[in-house]
């Protein structure tokens, strides 16, 4: 079964705007990572967050963590064309279990 | 520098035929992974190496998937008879041992007929 829930399941927005995704697991972890995954193509690793952290950032990215309510999020600023594609997040050490998915639509 | 590479990228076949589906590691990695991915059930893991030694194929859905390393950088996934319901995206990925971050190959798209 899915450990990770994601929503929205979907997301339309326009290029130059915010897009926040949201990731809720069920179990303890150690880290939790988030992956992005064009259309027709493998998954591709954006960032890991640790359990003892809070917040990471990396270039547009920024991920939250919050594990009193088991829940991370993902928030692209300035979005472009470019990040329309499908965001998964994913928790486990090499047995990963990843979530349901948020499909990010950037219109220009 | 290469990334996971996985062949064919396609493939139609019929119910009851073998599927041989491939895959080469990253230089240097030394774990490597399988999965699923469909639109009912998502990503799956179905098995997964570390220095060619299978460590958890509790994923592999019956006993007509198997899956092998020959050598360190190779593997192979086969399904035997294929039937329909196997049809999906499947993927591999590679790392360190020791490592969080997988890297995916493209995909083979398969079709059971």
């Known amino acids: 079964s899915q450990q990770g829930e994601e929503d929205p399941q979907a997301l339309s927005i326009q290029e130059g705007e915010n897009a926040t995704m949201n990731c809720s697991y069920k179990?303890?972890?150690?880290?939790l990572q988030w992956y992005r995954q064009n259309s027709g193509r493998g998954l591709v690793h954006l960032i890991l967050i640790r359990s003892n952290e809070r917040e990471k950032h990396s270039g547009r990215l920024r991920v939250t963590l919050d594990t009193s309510k088991k829940s991370s999020s993902l928030l692209i600023t300035a979005s472009r064309a470019a990040d329309t594609a499908s965001y998964f997040c994913a928790t486990g050490f090499q047995k990963l279990v990843f979530g349901t998915g948020t499909r990010l639509l950037v219109s220009p | 520098d290469a990334g996971v590479i996985q062949s064919p990228r396609h493939e139609v076949t019929e119910m009851g035929q073998e599927v041989t589906l491939r895959c080469k590691l990253i230089?240097?990695?030394?774990?490597l992974f399988w999965y699923r991915q469909t639109m009912m059930r998502g990503l799956e893991l179905l098995i997964y190496f570390n220095n060619n030694v299978p460590i958890d194929d509790s994923g592999m859905p019956e006993d007509r998937f198997s899956a092998k390393m020959p050598n360190a950088s190779f593997s192979t996934l086969k399904i035997q008879p294929s039937e329909p319901r196997d049809s999906a995206v499947y993927f591999c990925a590679s790392s360190f041992q020791g490592h969080e971050t997988q890297y995916f190959g493209p995909g083979t798209r398969l079709l059971v007929l």
């Open positions: 179990t303890s972890i150690n880290n």
């Open positions: 230089s240097g990695h030394n774990s």
